[in-house]
RNA sequence: CGGGGGGUAGCGCAGUUUGGCUAGCGCACAUGGUUUGGGACCAUGGGGUCGUGGGUUCAAAUCCCACCUCCCCGACCA
């Protein structure tokens, strides 16, 4: 891509209202702006990162055949009055009045739909297991938004759900979705924690979360500084006999066994295989997906800007061209660019008549994996720069050479 | 929801204490020129309901009242 075609608005100065790490470079790196408190756009650029990040959902996803559609966002309230959860979950339900007055709510999560849905379609034993997901926006009138995407009040969930006969049903399908998510949050390079929890307000018997240390994490859990085991409580580390740390977490993913909670509240039922009458089991499965992206930021960045780990990159390399008048190097550069694209990689271009400054400020900022510099010194040896984003590292690389420097870097990712 | 701090050009800010020339600065933006390996320079220019409403006054960004909105700490958080 062209830099100057794309809309990128990157940002000089700190936003003032940011205050934390990842929501600043968001702001600043042109992934997302701000509406109101609690309430984002996507920018061009952040919208590819999402989509990246749902890829990497949705392949691991469907590798444990879950299946994927999309529910709707605005629900019945008379659903939510079944099982009882319009009171419960109160507070936070953005609820509004069709025309004529009918009660609809935003829904702030999906259970009661899908068990609609299981309600009128899965009638046999036969057709289950079956795993059901969806990537949907989620409303929430949140007491208090904060550190930008990572608690808003629209925000992005991956939502999946499970339907068995038996019990023994309901653990293959959470067996399904913890090595799912554990390649998840594998492929997205996270340091990563998964923990046995509370199932809360969500009902069910069983429940872990899956969280990434970091500063602003809004959870805390202890951990042992000998083996590296976390805990739910302070007391000390069962192996190592260790006094804990505490650390902050943020919650990325939460799988719960549901049971017949909701299968009963909204009659749910299916026929066994001997023709009795009973309730669906059921297990949901979330990973906050708008939530990722500052995640990853929070543990991945530098006093520059981002530093993307490559599968979630928006790009595999930035290009910069110095000196934008010369047409020598313009041509170079715009060839490069040309055999790169050819080779399948995305490349941002910049070949905006900037001063390197901007350039290799904004290269830094946007955070590719990758920046290859051509200016002043490439008529010298007539060689492409690459700058390794993550390191400071440079190699000087031949066209042909730099294209299976990119390729075994992308193997190896 | 409790406590604290903010709102002046697209962004970041000064000015408000002590009311008074035409409301300023940096960046960005537009035009022309010089530049081009680290947010460059010169010249010219455009852009403002000073968060909103009401009040006090000869005069309000500045004082008073109400409201809106943003941020931080806490409570809450499937």
């Not at 934390?20 to 509406?35: N, Q, T």
Request: charged content about 30%; hydrophobic content about 40%.
């Amino acid at each position: 891509m062209l830099l100057s075609k794309v809309f990128i608005p990157t940002l000089r100065e700190d936003p003032k209202m940011a205050e934390c790490i990842s929501h600043k470079l968001m702001l600043k790196a042109g992934l997302v702006s701000m509406i109101s408190s609690g309430i984002y756009t996507y920018l061009p650029l952040g919208l590819i990162i999402l989509r990246k990040i749902e890829n990497i959902i949705r392949r691991r996803m469907n590798e444990e055949g879950a299946v994927e559609l999309l529910m709707s966002a605005l629900q019945p309230l008379e659903i939510w009055q079944q099982t009882g959860r319009d009171e419960t979950l109160k507070e936070v339900m953005l609820k509004v009045k069709d025309r004529r007055k009918r009660e609809l709510c935003l829904g702030p999560t999906h259970e009661e739909e899908i068990t609609e849905i299981a309600k009128r379609f899965i009638l046999s034993y036969k057709q289950m297991p079956l795993i059901l997901y969806q990537i949907q926006t989620k409303f929430r009138d949140e007491a208090r938004p904060r550190f930008g995407l990572i608690r808003s009040c629209e925000f992005i969930m991956k939502d999946a759900y499970s339907f068995d006969s038996d019990e023994e049903g309901l653990n293959i399908s959470y067996e399904k979705m913890l090595r799912a998510y554990d390649n998840i949050f594998r492929d997205m390079s996270f340091d990563f924690v998964r923990i046995e929890a509370d199932p809360g307000a969500m009902g069910g018997n069983f429940s872990h979360e899956f969280m990434v240390p970091a500063e602003i994490g809004e959870d805390v859990l202890c951990f042992c500084p000998k083996c590296g085991k976390y805990y739910r409580s302070s007391g000390e580390c069962r192996d190592c006999g260790i006094k804990l740390i505490e650390k902050r977490m943020i919650e990325i993913g939460h799988i719960f066994k549901l049971g017949t909670k909701y299968s009963s509240a909204q009659s749910a039922y299916f026929l066994d295989s001997k023709g009795k009458r009973r309730p669906v089991i059921m297990g949901c499965y979330g990973i906050g997906v708008s939530r990722i992206m500052p995640a990853i930021i929070e543990q991945s960045h530098d006093s520059k800007g981002i530093v993307w780990p490559p599968c979630v990159s928006a790009f595999d390399a930035s290009l910069l061209v110095l000196e934008r008048e010369n047409d020598f190097l313009y041509k170079e550069a715009f060839s490069l660019y040309e055999k790169l694209t050819g080779a399948g990689f995305d490349i941002l271009f910049d070949e905006r008549a900037e001063p390197a400054g901007v350039k290799f400020n904004d290269a830094y900022l946007i955070g590719s994996p990758y920046i290859i510099i051509i200016g002043k010194k490439y008529k010298g040896h007539n060689k492409f720069e690459l700058e390794v984003r993550k390191t400071g590292e440079k190699h000087l690389f031949a066209a042909e050479q730099l294209i299976n420097f990119l390729k075994e870097s992308h193997n190896g990712s």
